[in-house]
Structures are given as C-alpha cells and as structure tokens.
C-alpha cells in the first residue's frame, strides 16, 4: 500500500444484513466486513464495524446485549392481551439501544460502504443508507450478482430422475421463497433515486488484494470467480486515497466536485 492521505483518520461505518444471513457466527469471522475493515485500516481509517461495536465512554456495556438478539427475538408474540403488549414493549425497549447506536455510527461516519445483495432481507441496512443520504454523505453501495447455481443443478438432477414429486414441490419453494436472479447485479430503483452514479459497485474485487492479506476462503470468493467484478469496490477506495472523485452533472453535462465527499480534518483547523 502506498502512503495513506485522504482516508487517514477517515470514518467509515459498514451497512449490511446482519439478522438473515446464512450464518452470523462465519458472518461476523470472516464476513465481507472484517475484510474491508482490515482493507481500510491499512490507510488509517477508522472504522465502524457493527459486529465489533466500538466502547461507549463511561458506558462500556451499552448495547452489548445484541449477539443475544435471535434469542430475544423468539420471544415476540402477536397475542392480543396485557400480556402480549407487555412482552412486546420490553423487546422494543431491549432493541432500542443497538438501533441507537448504530445510528449515531451513520451519524459521525464521514462516509458508507454498504452491502446491499438483493436476496437478503435488511430492514436496518435501508434505514442507515437513507440516514446518511439525507445528511448528504456519500454512500458506496455494493450490490453483487444474485444466481443459485445450486439450485439449477437439482432442477437438472429431478428432470433427470423423472421426479414429478420432487419438481413440484421445488416449484412450490419458488413461490414461497425469494430465489429471484439477479445476474447482473442490478441495485434496487429505490437506491438509484438516492444516489448518483458513482456510488455503485458489483463486487469487491477481493482478489486483487488477496496476496497483501491473509484472507481465508469464502462463498464471497466463488461469487466473483464465477463473474468477475466489472467495478469492484476495493480499487476505488484505493484510488480515492488519493484524490476525492467528481460527479457527472447531467444537467451541465460536465463532471464537477462532488459536494457529498467533506471529510474534515481531525481536530481544530481554520484556513489561512
């Protein structure tokens, strides 16, 4: 790595699914977040990572509670009685200070990066990236090929069979299910309507970087070695060490300074 400039003392907070992943456990190991946590602290950022939230002053044990959530979660109940309300309102309460905490992360942070598979179900991930935008900051958002190879090898493998039964019930499971495709990595409308046109990536571009990190692996590497990312993240956060990118304006048909990218200088500065 070059020597570090516009991301030194940088802060960076990481969006992404945490509840409905495959596994929370290998999520927060060795998920897409400790890799670009440890990517971004080579040029001295530094980073917020919800896994591994950071000590509150004074308050050391605030929400520290959250690796418990699945827990808590079972408990909820639609019984309509005091009882039910009772319960409801005490895990409202219980959940309260992560969301608040992880808030006021998007609050500081100077900038996002943001995982945004459209086969994962995120209600805090939109509310973190709509958080950020209203305060005008930018929003780096990836959003990777979708397609279950898997899957279409069991379709193969039950036509072959002849298994009516079987290919019934999986057309059933496609309705029950969001095994949507998305191989092209199209982000969601809703996130084109909040951002401009350099805030999106189709990967990380992990490879690139694997022999200046000890990266074991994962399904995130099979994912762009079955397609390449054609505008992974990584070298853009690399390249943006060293000069704040443009934006096209397309109504002056010109790229022009991007007013989304203010990362203030640590401490008490006044110009000249």
Known sequence: MEKTNILKGARIYLSGPMDFVPS????????????????????????????????????DGYAEDYEYSNTKRSEWTFEDSDKGRKIRAQLCRFFSPTV?????????????????????????????????????????????????????????????????????????????????????????????ALMNEDYFFDGFGFSLYADKFDWTASPLDTVEQQRSPKRPLLPYLEKLDKAIPQRYDAVENKFVDNSDWLILEPGVHERA
């Open 24 to 59: 929370r456990k290998e999520e927060k190991r060795r998920g897409w977040r400790a890799r670009v946590r440890e990517f971004l602290q080579r040029f001295g950022a530094l980073v917020y990572d919800p896994w591994a939230k950071p000590l509150i002053i004074g308050q």
């Open 100 to 192: 608040h905490i992880n808030r006021r992360m998007v609050d500081i942070c100077n900038f996002l990066v943001a995982y945004c598979p459209t086969n994962i179900y995120s209600v805090g991930t939109v509310n973190e990236i709509a958080r950020a935008r209203r305060q005008h900051k930018p929003v780096l958002l990836v959003s990777p090929p979708v397609s279950y190879p898997a899957l279409d090898s069991l379709v193969k493998h039950l036509e072959n069979r002849k298994d009516e039964e079987g290919l019934s019930l999986l057309s059933q499971l496609r309705t029950q299910a969001p095994l949507a495709d998305n191989p092209d990595a199209v982000p969601s409308p809703w996130y084109l």
